[in-house]
């Protein structure tokens, strides 16, 4: 589904990220992690071409994304993403936010747009706040509700960008709960996170980099067994102490 | 001691409504042009594209570097010719008008396109991520999510500038229009009554724009920004 095959990219001098090559299948869960400047954002950003890079390819279910002859509005309308920020249109309302790409993008009609968001805001459970507007819900509701804007355009797979760090603790879990079941459900998905619990219960594989390299990529059951690099064994011990 | 006779003023009304009617049709139009023309600047100067950036970029510095009154001259000067030329107007035809709103129109546009690039830039670049995430175009992005946002940071600043275009549409006297400075000025030059008439205009002038001003001051509380 999501083919990585050797990918740079600078800024200027600036390396970000370098040689990173990576696959993931279709219905699997993969979860990016390392420290923050690893460059686990940039690459995730790079699969659907919100960042350019200069070396390498990355297909996406048989498209090429740096391929300049490639629609990138017409890729990224099946690939789902989901930001630290929520990112949530505050003009509009919540089934505003869910319905505007669906009728100009998709060309669904505003009904059809508007039933298929409602099941979705169902489905994480907030089809009560329908017409609120997005300041009126605390951050795990936006980001449930920027969850089911993404999935309401039938993604084929779909990106996770650092989707709890923004939040209060206490909002985490409602958020990964509906990742969870989203997994468990085949989604295909790339998630940078740091939440170790999640990779444990869903990850097919977990992948750790480091100076925009990838320095680990594999299994789940290997990586928190016996992570190969000295340096995931630093960053694991760090973050799974608390 | 200068005796005060505003006799001449009620007569006069009619005729310094008209003026008040050019003013407010040059202020609208250009409100108007300046905000449509004013964010195709901002688009191009914040567009990727060098030579976009570097044309509103020159547009702008151009016309915020001269004088209005200037500016207004030149299109006196030029704009009527130009047009009788393009349209085939009879020579002689009184395009005093059309040249002061074009004038206004152009230079305002470079004021305006500066509040509206600022107006982009107040909004958060993630919005625009997650728009094209979701498959819109540039266009789509613009249109849908960042201007509006943009706009509705920027309503109190427009209108600021808008009460400002009002006020200096009285510059438009030097091609001898009739706006509502410029009739007041040819009914107390008329009447040997200008300190009268003057005083009248700028008591109106005034009243307009500090009410305005104060409706601004209200609506920047109201949206609680």
């Known amino acids: ?242 | 001691m200068y005796e005060f006779d505003w006799s001449s003023i009620p007569g006069a009304l009619p005729f310094l409504w008209q003026g008040m009617r050019i003013s407010l049709e040059i202020t609208l139009t250009a409100i108007g042009v300046g905000i449509l023309w004013g964010t195709l600047l901002a688009l191009m100067r914040l567009s990727k594209l060098r030579l976009l950036g570097w044309f509103a970029a020159a547009y702008v510095n151009l016309f915020r570097a001269v004088p209005l009154v200037m500016v207004l001259l030149w299109f006196f000067l030029i704009v009527p010719q130009l047009l009788e030329k393009l349209l085939g107007l009879p020579s002689g035809s009184d395009a005093r008008l059309s040249s002061a709103i074009v004038g206004f129109a152009l230079f305002e546009s470079a004021y305006y396109s500066e509040i509206i690039r600022a107006g982009i830039q107040s909004v958060p670049k993630g919005q625009a991520s997650a728009a094209f995430a979701l498959g819109m175009t540039y266009g789509q992005t613009m249109r849908l999510v960042v201007l509006p946002q943009a706009f509705r940071n920027m309503v109190p600043l427009l209108l600021t500038q808008a009460i400002i275009l009002f006020q200096d549409t009285s510059l438009v006297y030097v091609s001898a229009l009739a706006d509502f400075f410029g009739a007041a000025y040819k009914v107390g030059d008329r009447d040997g009554r200008l300190v009268e008439l003057l005083l009248f205009a700028g008591a109106v002038y005034f009243a307009i724009c500090y009410s305005a001003s104060l409706l601004v001051k209200r609506f920047h509380k109201g949206a609680g920004a």
């Not at chain 1, 009904?111 to 329908?130: F, T, W």
């Not at chain 1, 990850?203 to 992570?227: C, L, Q, S, W, Y």
């Open chain 1, 1 to 242: 589904m999501i083919s990585i095959r050797h990918v740079s990219k600078h800024y200027g001098s600036f390396q970000v990220l370098t040689d990173c090559s990576t696959e993931v299948a279709k219905g699997e869960a993969i979860v990016v992690c390392g420290p923050s400047g690893s460059g686990k954002s940039t690459l995730i950003k790079c699969v659907n071409g919100l960042e350019p890079f200069q070396q390498g390819e990355i297909w996406l279910d048989g498209i090429s994304v740096g391929d300049p002859k490639t629609s990138l509005p017409k890729l990224r309308a099946h690939v789902g993403m989901v930001f630290q920020n929520f990112e949530l249109f505050p003009h509009m309302s919540i089934i505003g936010n869910l319905t505007v790409a669906q009728v100009k993008v998709l060309g669904r009609t505003l009904d059809e747009s508007a039933d298929k968001g409602l099941k979705l805001l169902d489905r994480v459970g907030l089809k009560p706040q329908a017409n609120k507007f997005p300041g009126q819900l605390s951050g795990g509701q936006q980001q449930r509700v920027a969850i089911a804007r993404a999935l309401c355009m039938d993604p084929v797979c779909m990106l996770f960008d650092e989707p709890t760090s923004a939040l209060d603790p206490e909002m985490i879990n409602e958020v990964l709960d509906v990742m969870v079941e989203l997994a468990r459900e085949g989604m295909t998905m790339m998630v940078v996170t740091h939440e170790m619990g999640f990779a444990r219960k869903v990850a097919n594989r977990v992948i750790f980099m480091d100076h925009g390299r990838i320095i680990e990529d594999a299994g789940k059951e290997e990586f928190f067994g016996t992570p190969r690099s000295e340096r995931a064994q630093v960053f694991l011990s760090k973050i799974l102490q608390h």
